[in-house]
């Protein structure tokens, strides 16, 4: 993988560092997306479903390193960068989705992808830690 990103964008390590188990999350998400009618849902719901869906494929393919699976990954977070860039209220992370750098080369959105999971995944453990 290439990479001309920005230097403050995080690592895969540092993005997914704190996330659920990858087992765990993927039953979770097939949960989500089995009990969630995606295609009338708010844009933040949405969002969160293709955020979560591209950070396991992403990781998928970080544990078997396959081809396939890692077209799978880059195609999931371009969906999610194509999803901010029609809806970029809902976007957390330093750098929005019209910047430059996600646009450099097949990788670029994996590192988008990495700067909003860990953005999203931080604010979803202050709120739960808030309880709200």
């Known amino acids: 993988m290439t990479s001309h990103i920005a230097s403050d964008v995080p690592s895969p390590a540092e993005a997914y560092a704190n996330a659920p188990d990858l087992e765990e999350e993927t039953t979770r998400l097939a949960s989500i997306l089995a009990s969630r009618d995606l295609l009338t849902g708010t844009a933040a719901q949405q969002r969160e479903a293709i955020l979560r869906q591209a950070a396991v494929d992403d990781r998928h393919w970080r544990q078997g390193r396959d081809d396939h699976a890692l ?5 999931s ?3 999610l960068l194509l999803f901010d860039l029609a809806f970029p209220r809902h ?3 330093p750098h929005r989705p019209d910047d430059p750098h996600w ?3 097949p ?3 994996l590192a988008y992808l990495h700067q909003e999971y860990l953005a999203w995944h931080t604010h979803a453990v202050t709120v739960d830690s808030c309880g709200r």
Do not use: E, K
């Open 71 to 75: 077209t799978v990954a880059r195609i």
């Open 77 to 79: 977070a371009r969906s």
């Open 91 to 93: 976007t957390a992370g």
């Open 103 to 105: 646009h450099t080369g």
């Open 107 to 109: 990788d670029a959105a």
